[in-house]
Structure formats: C-alpha cells, structure tokens
C-alpha cells in the first residue's frame, strides 16, 4: 500500500468512535497503449501504478449508509434502501453506486461506516475513480460475505460509473485496476474481455507518467459525442462493406482506407483512428513480448498522432509534454493518456535519461507556466484487495 494502513484505520476510528473490521485498496492505472478503442470493442494496454485509493470500514448496526471522505474532510449518511445519486458530495456517488448495484444483483448489504483516502491525484487521467468504485467493492463485499466473481466486478463496477454516476466510460480502468498486477501488464479483448498477462521487462527503460496539470475536462459530452461518432461509422462502414459490422473492432485498416472517399468527416477521421490503434495495441502486445522497445515506443508516438488529429482529443498542453519528450535522448516513445482533453502523457524512456527528461519537461512545461513538476516514475501496484484486520 502507499497509503499508510495506520493513518487510515486512525482516521477512520476518530470519524466513527469505532475501529474497522476491514480495509482495502484498488490502484490508478496508466493506459500505455489504445485509446478510446474500449466502447469499440477493441484491445488496450494498461497497467496499474503505484498510486491508490484505499478504505476502510465496518458494518455498523443501522440502516445507514454512513461514508467519510477524508481527504475532504466531508461525510454523507444515507438510507442503505433508498440510495439515490447525490448532486451534492457526488464523490459519494461512487461507493454508494456499488451499494445500489450490489442490492440490485439480489444481495443483502447491511448498513456500513466507510471512509477512504486516495493519492491518485483526480481529474489526471489516472482513473481515481475507478480504483474508488474497486476499493469501495472489495470492501464492500468482504463485510457483506459477498463474494463476486473477478470479472463480474469489473462489469458491475463500470455500470456504477455509466448508470450511478453518470459517465458513459468504457470497461478498460474498472478492468485493471482489479485485474492488474505488479509485474505485468494486461491485454485486454474488451469484447470477450479475455485478456493476457504480458511481463512487463522494460530492461534499461522505464515508464515515467507526465501530468499536464490541466484536469482533464472530460466533459461527459465530448466523450459521449465520441462515442456516438463511433456508431455512426459503424452504420455507415456496415451499408458500405454490405455485412453486418457490430463495432468498429470488425473494421480492418485495409477497409477503413478503401472507404475513405465514402465517409463524411469528423466520422472518418475517427474510425480511422479507432481501427488503426486497434492495429497498434496488436502490434505492441508483439513487440514488448519480443523485447523490441524501441518499436513499441514508436507506436507510442503514432498513437499520440493518431488521438491529435483523427480523434481530436489532445490538447495545448498535452502536446507540448509529448513533444518535448519525443525530442530527448533516451526516449522511445511519449503519448498522451487516458481520455485526453487534459491529464496526462506516458513516456517509455531510458533510465539513464530519466533526470534529464524530469528537468527538460520542468524547463519548457511547467517553469514557463509558475506549475509544480509532477513527473512520476511508474511502478505497476497489486489490482483491488480488501482483508479483514
Ligand atoms: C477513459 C474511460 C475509458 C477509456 C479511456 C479512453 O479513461 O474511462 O473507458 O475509454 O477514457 O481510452
């Protein structure tokens, strides 16, 4: 855990006069390659990080859903039969959705105090919120006597963020933040939801995590206008090829560019990306598997071309990162993360270079603009687990 246990059982005890029977934790994650192909049905590449958020709780004897953010200093007590998403102190949405969901599979969940903390930093394209759905479930169901199945959770935790919380995400953050792991990271058929565990041996390089410090304003809307682009070429792809395509997953890069000349934009533009990054994510999974890192770096900075102008949803900011990243030595690749929009880029770069990198990003990225560099190395962190203590 890099939440220190102690302080969090402590804060915890102070809110409700009582200690925890449990805690739990559910790491962020970064995207290393395959962006925005998750509601196509398609791959992508994540891996956890050392960052998390983590909660304790125990159940406490009422009706009532008593849940205690401690780095808001804020608490919401609700009736554990009448949830209901709240306007107000919307972080709470999160756990009590889980709660919602759980009731709605047909399990009985008693009335709870929770609290929880978290050093994902939020609105970073590092999906804080997905590891508070997957913390606020594994400790949910451990007090309960629940026990879901693993890729059950991952789903009822995407429909808390789609139906509870109102973010019509796709699976890929719920996904790995529960199924992650420290020494792999995961390719992910985001149709089947197979999914493979590929060893993450970087040898001399490492994965360094950029923050643009811009919140990513995604803006539910551009995301769901992305998404319904996304449809729509597949209506268009499907009349044009004459069988029945059910995502853009079922759209070959051969096809996409016969078709060119038949699709209106933006929507070319942006099945050209979705089915060119699912090409990418294929050809990555290959080359980190047979070590060829430069290769896989390049493919990162295709991706980053890719998501800028076919899908347009990089940014000002995100591009400077990247591309003062692409013009260091020791660098493979940079890309933004995440939805875009703001956030974050991930960088494969050489150790050695490193340093030289964290001060070439604060010279031209964050002196120019009075910003606090937040240029983190990566380290993959265990996927969501509560224990009873
Ligand atoms: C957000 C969503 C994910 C995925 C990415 C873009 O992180 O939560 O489901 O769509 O954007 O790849």
């Known amino acids: 855990m890099t939440i220190d246990k102690n302080k969090l059982i402590a804060s915890f005890t102070k809110r409700f006069n009582h200690a925890p029977e449990a805690v739990s934790r559910a790491p962020g994650r970064v995207n290393l390659i395959g962006e925005h192909t998750d509601y196509n049905e398609g791959f992508v590449m994540p891996v956890t990080v050392d960052r998390e958020v983590a909660m304790a709780g125990r159940l406490n004897g009422t009706a009532l859903l008593r849940i205690h953010s401690i780095d808001f200093n804020q608490s919401v007590e609700l009736p554990i039969d009448q949830l209901t998403p709240q306007k107000e102190l919307d972080w709470s949405n999160y756990t009590a ?12 969940v008693k009335g709870m ?3 929880f903390t978290g050093d994902v930093p939020r609105g970073a394209g590092l999906s804080s919120s997905a590891a508070l759905e997957l913390c606020s479930c594994v400790c949910i169901e451990l007090l309960n006597g629940i026990e879901l199945d693993p890729i059950e959770r991952v789903k009822m935790c995407q429909q808390v963020e789609n139906q509870y919380v109102g973010m019509n995400c796709g699976i890929m953050d719920q996904f790995i933040s529960n199924m992650g792991d420290q020494t792999h990271c995961l390719v992910i058929d985001c149709r089947s939801l197979e999914f493979e565990r590929i060893p993450l041996q970087l040898g001399d390089c490492e994965i360094v995590i950029a923050d643009t410090r811009s919140p990513h304003k995604l803006t539910s809307s551009a995301y769901n206008e992305r998404r319904s682009q996304c449809e729509e070429g597949v209506k268009l792809i499907g009349k044009a090829l004459k069988r029945k395509i059910s995502a853009l997953r079922d759209v070959s890069v051969e096809e996409i560019q016969k078709l060119s000349a038949q699709l209106p934009e933006p929507i070319r533009s942006r099945c050209q990306h979705v089915v060119s990054e699912n090409a990418r994510v294929q ?5 980190l598997k047979a070590g060829k890192l430069e290769e896989f770096g390049l493919l990162m900075n295709q991706s980053h071309i890719s998501l800028r102008v076919d899908y347009e949803v990089s940014s000002v900011e995100l591009d400077e990162l990247a591309w003062t990243a692409w013009s260091m030595p020791g660098v493979l690749g ?9 956030g974050c880029t991930v960088t494969l770069v050489r150790s050695s270079e490193v340093e030289t990198l964290k001060s070439k990003l604060d010279e031209r990225y964050y002196a120019p603009r009075a910003l606090e560099p937040r240029v983190y ?3 993959p962190s265990a996927g969501a687990i509560a224990e009873k203590i």
């Not at 050809?283 to 080359?287: D, M």
């Not at 940079?334 to 703001?342: I, L, P, V």
């Open 97 to 108: 959705g889980v709660v919602k969901h759980l009731q709605k599979a047909g399990h009985t």
């Open 334 to 342: 940079s890309r933004m993360t995440g939805a875009g929009f703001g």
């Open 377 to 379: 190395r990566c380290m």
């Open 283 to 287: 050809l990555a999974r290959e080359l």
């Open 113 to 115: 105090d929770l609290a």
